[in-house]
T-cell receptor
Framework: GAGVSQSPSNKVTEKGKDVELRCDPI?????LYWYRQSLGQGLEFLIYFQGNSAPDKSGLPSDRFSAERTGGSVSTLTIQRTQQEDSAVYLCASSLRTGPFNYGYTFGSGTRLTVV | GDSVTQMEGPVTLSEEAFLTINCTYT??????LFWYVQYPGEGLQLLLKATKADDKGSNKGFEATYRKETTSFHLEKGSVQVSDSAVYFCALSDRYGGSQGNLIFGKGTKLSVKP
């Protein structure tokens, strides 16, 4: 696609429920990144994919968080048994394999997750 | 490891004032440097970049010069507008650092411009 697409744009869920957040990167971008941005906070790195593999999962905050990417394209971030502290904007970005150094990332508009 | 430090906000200015947002970095190699902007309710957009020392990135009246000697990439604009109100993030990509060339972000600086 023309840009990075994230869905849903807003999600309200009850504490304890599972949620899935979707990211559709720019066609041909092999690298995909998930970040979390809590209210008034900076960017918290969650996970990075190169193709379908995740060389760096170091940012996932707990084992309730997981992510997968299939076909080198769409990625899904899953949060199980959501807690109120999971409320944040989840941002996805993509880049060419050699892109970050020369071009940076292209970000989606984010999914605002509210756990009530 | 590699890191980016930018001035704490919030920064509040009157329209047409001069803007400087300081950014300094630590990197193993010779990084590329970026400024991203996040307008209210939106994702991050690339504002400008510089890929080698002494390069000047510029866009929408904003500019920043890659200073290797001071490891800095300060963002400047001569005359801000209300529409510039946003959060600004400085970032680096270090091809030879431990981050595999991925972007490392500063904490962001919120700018509010009053009419």
């Amino acid at each position: 696609g023309a840009g990075v697409s994230q869905s849903p744009s807003n999600k309200v869920t009850e504490k304890g429920k599972d949620v899935e957040l979707r990211c559709d990167p720019i066609s041909g971008h092999t690298a995909l990144y998930w970040y979390r941005q809590s209210l008034g906070q900076g960017l918290e790195f969650l996970i990075y994919f190169q193709g379908n593999s995740a060389p760096d999962k170091s940012g996932l905050p707990s084992d309730r968080f997981s992510a997968e990417r299939t076909g080198g394209s769409v990625s899904t971030l899953t949060i199980q048994r959501t807690q109120q502290e999971d409320s944040a904007v989840y941002l996805c970005a993509s880049s060419l394999r050699t892109g970050p150094f020369n071009y940076g990332y292209t970000f989606g508009s984010g999914t605002r997750l509210t756990v009530v | 490891g590699d890191s980016v430090t930018q001035m704490e906000g919030p920064v509040t200015l009157s329209e047409e004032a001069f803007l400087t947002i300081n950014c300094t970095y630590t990197a193993t190699g010779y990084p590329s440097l970026f400024w991203y902007v996040q307008y209210p309710g939106e994702g991050l957009q690339l504002l400008l970049k510089a890929t080698k020392a002494d390069d000047k990135g510029s866009n929408k009246g904003f500019e920043a010069t890659y200073r290797k000697e001071t490891t800095s990439f300060h963002l400047e604009k001569g005359s801000v507008q209300v529409s510039d109100s946003a959060v600004y993030f400085c970032a680096l990509s270090d091809r030879y650092g431990g981050s595999q060339g991925n972007l490392i972000f500063g904490k962001g600086t919120k700018l509010s411009v009053k009419p």
